[in-house]
């Protein structure tokens, strides 16, 4: 998962957050940003423990990915 990847995942989860405190529905929040009901319950139930979590195996996936890129590429 690149870096940008990363900041977009977390801009949406914070995104998700924000529309929920303001009560807006979960098709009202898909709607605005232009995502499924889905996406938005899974981020909603996330603590921020779990979502932190979630990124912190991305990053770890993406050291181990880029190691063996370089293994391979000698």
Do not use: C, P
Request: glycine share 4%; no cysteine.
């Amino acid at each position: 998962m690149t870096q940008s990847k990363l900041i977009s995942i977390v801009t949406m989860w914070s995104k998700i957050n924000e529309l929920s405190r303001q009560s807006l529905s979960q098709m009202q929040i898909a709607l605005t940003l232009g995502i499924s009901r889905d996406t938005v319950r899974r981020y909603q139930r996330m603590s921020e423990k779990e979502f932190e979590g979630l990124i912190s195996s991305e990053v770890l996936r993406r050291k181990r990915l880029m190691a063996g890129m370089r293994f391979h590429t000698r």
